[in-house]
């Protein structure tokens, strides 16, 4: 009778676990916009980092490497956006998102002298 308790208790959590289904791809498409629109900031951002540096720009070292981890910092949201959207959590997606631009801005902020 102890063996039943115990397989019971130990069965029944996972027994209360429901999968969320995907959203369809067009749920996918739909919401597409933010995550690109995130993402060709980013990739504007690395561009005139580029050429500033080519035209004479030298961040401090400090400077450095605020920009590097708030880029290591954008790519962890950009992953956990696309994460969000695949399982339909838009709550979570649109969290994401604005963790990303918000990285993004300090990236801007630090390449027009903004202090940090």
């Not at 949201?77 to 959590?89: F, I, K, M, P, Q």
């Not at 838009?90 to 202090?115: C, F, S, V």
Request: hydrophobic share 45%; proline share 5%; glycine share 8%.
């Amino acid at each position: 009778m102890l063996k039943w308790i115990v397989l019971v208790v130990l069965l029944l959590p996972g027994c209360a676990v429901t999968a969320t289904p995907s959203p369809t791809r067009g749920v996918i498409v739909g919401n597409l916009a933010p995550l690109e629109e995130m993402e060709a900031l980013g990739i504007n951002l690395r561009q005139a980092i580029t050429e500033a540096i080519v035209n004479g720009y030298v961040p401090t070292r400090e400077q450095q490497l605020a920009i590097k981890e708030s880029y290591a910092i954008y790519y962890i949201y950009t992953v956990g956006a696309n994460v969000a959207l695949s399982e339909g959590d838009m709550e979570r997606y649109e969290d994401q998102i604005d963790k990303g631009n918000a990285e993004l801005e300090t990236i801007r902020l630090i390449m027009i002298g903004d202090p940090l």
